[in-house]
């Protein structure tokens, strides 16, 4: 039931797609192209054989340490929390007490505060989960 709302709001807002495919430079390659660039091996020539970005690559050889991820933003719950709503919100589906959005919104926002987990949700005003939030939960999980 839930679903069908969510999936009605998401086709009207937020069809932002990426143009780029970022992806973390993990510690094993980025061994590989400084050991090719001490052999004496351009830049150029790593980067096109191993199918990285040549600014990447120049500015992890530059600072010397990977990158574990490739955003900035970390998510809020951890995966088991996600699937524990996830089970919740089916199991109200199957009761036939399907939540809408916004009351997804207010439980998500009270399960951080009970649980005292750093949020980036409006305490002030709102005092629900944001709409990014509940995008990415949706195309994850729903």
Do not use: W
């Not at 709302?5 to 009207?12: A, D, E, H, R």
């Not at 495919?21 to 094993?28: I, V």
């Not at 830049?43 to 574990?68: F, H, N």
């Not at 005292?116 to 709409?131: D, E, R, W």
């Amino acid at each position: 039931m839930y679903q069908n709302l969510l999936i009605v709001y998401l086709k009207k807002m937020r069809t932002y797609k990426r143009k780029i495919n970022r992806k973390p430079l993990d510690s094993e390659t980025q061994e590989q192209a400084k050991q090719r660039r001490v052999d004496g091996e351009s830049i150029r020539a790593i980067t096109a054989d191993m199918d990285i970005e040549e600014s990447t690559l120049r500015k992890r050889l530059k600072v010397g340490s990977p990158v574990e991820s490739c955003c900035r933003f970390s998510s809020t719950f951890t995966t088991e929390t996600e699937l524990e709503l996830v089970n919740y919100l089916h199991e109200t589906d199957r009761k036939f007490y399907g939540l809408r959005f916004r009351e997804v919104q207010a439980l998500a926002y009270e399960y951080a505060e009970q649980n005292n987990i750093a949020h980036p949700f409006n305490k002030a005003i709102t005092l629900v989960g944001g709409i990014g939030y509940m995008d990415s939960f949706h195309a994850t999980h729903l």
